[in-house]
Structures are given as C-alpha cells and as structure tokens.
C-alpha cells in the first residue's frame, strides 16, 4: 500500500512498483505454502481494488465519482466507492488473468483466482440513462465482459475461479425487500448460465457481511 501512495505521489516509477508488487506475492505465495495449503492466491496484492480492477485503468476518460456512488460500507469503517459510467461502451480493461500469469511465475501449486461480480459493476450506471446507450445494453456488455474475465482464468489455468459477490448481504440494507438482492442474484446466474456443467464446479461465490 506504501509503494502504491508512493507511485501515485510520484515518488517512485512504474518499475519500481512492480518490483514490490513481485515481491508482495512472493511473500503471500510462500507463506501460504508452508501452512500446507494444497491450493494458493497471491492475496490480491496487485490489484488497485478488488471492486474495481477490470474498470480502474478507465477512470479518468469514462468515469466520474458522484453524490450518488454506489458505496460498500465494511464493519471496521472503510468503505469502497463506484464511480459512475459516462459514456458508452462498457468495458473492462484489465482481465483477472492476467494476476494468476504472475502467480504461476512463482509457484507450482493450483491457484485460486477471484474476480468481481458483474452485479457489483452493475451499479456504475447512472440513475439517468446514457444517451444512445441504454442500461439493458449496458447489462449485456457487463455479462459479455464477466465471462470473458471468469473464462481467461480457468484457461489461464486457475483450479478455481472465486466471484466476489461483497454486494449481496449488503444489498438487504439498501433495500429491505430484498428485491435489489434478487436482482443481483439474477444477474450473476445470467453469466454463470454460459458456462458448462464441470466448468461451474471450478466456480465458487464469496459473500461477507459489509457493514
């Protein structure tokens, strides 16, 4: 977390930052190992956010932080912001994959992978439509984009492939009726009706309590 305030900051360069990126998951993978664990993750160190890594590289030309950003309150105070869509299209910019090729760089064992759900980035879309760019085509792009991202980790090898659904309990404070879960929980089965039957075994959902 220091060396990425300090790359922001300016302090250090983009080499620099990857040197203590590599060694974070070294560190993590190690650790790991020698508890016996048959299966590792590299923690999740690299990532500027597990909320918003596919989207964070984008922030500056399709997004904006609002008054009305969907927000993840957690039990120890912090909390996790979505920016709001601008413009059309939706897309991610970084795909998951791409951590578990650094991890297989240091360790021979199975690796798990997670991913954010496409119920968590359906909340970047304004309350106001995008011109020319309707939230149902917007939707459509996200599932396109959440299984793109959930399949280049089980072909980049992950024993399995974890979807952060951090939202769904949360959900029930937003709406007590529980609609806005149910919501959720169609749209997650939308990505996970296109993959195969032995392919959803390798698929598993984490749900914590937020706030």
């Given amino acids: 977390m220091t060396a990425q305030r300090n790359y922001r900051d300016g302090r250090i360069n983009h080499d620099r930052l990857n040197d ?29 956010s597990f909320l918003t890594y596919p989207i964070f590289a984008l922030f500056n030309e399709y997004y904006k932080f ?34 578990i090729d650094a991890a297989k760089r240091i360790t021979q064992l199975p690796i798990k992978q997670a991913v954010i759900t496409p119920s968590a980035l359906s909340m970047i879309y304004p309350k106001a439509t995008i011109r020319g ?7 459509n792009d996200l599932i396109v984009e959440s299984e793109r991202d959930i399949r280049q980790c089980l072909e980049s090898g992950a024993h399995c492939v974890q979807l952060d659904f951090t939202e769904a ?5 937003i709406d007590p009726t529980g609609q806005l879960l149910r919501d959720f929980v169609q749209l997650n089965n939308r990505v996970l009706d296109r993959f195969g039957f032995h392919e959803q075994h390798r698929l598993g959902v984490h749900v914590c309590p937020g706030e």
């Fill in 66 to 99: 609002t008054s009305d950003c969907f927000s993840l309150k957690f039990a120890d105070g912090h909390q996790r912001l979505l920016p709001r869509l601008t413009k059309a299209p939706f897309r991610y910019a970084v795909y998951a994959h791409s951590y």
């Fill in 20 to 48: 203590y990126y590599k060694r974070a998951i070294q560190i993590t993978i190690e650790e790991m190992e020698s508890t016996g664990s048959p299966v590792v993750t590299d923690g999740e160190q690299t990532k500027p």
């Fill in 169 to 173: 309990r949360f959900s029930l404070k």
């Fill in 133 to 139: 760019y309707s939230h149902e085509q917007f939707l």
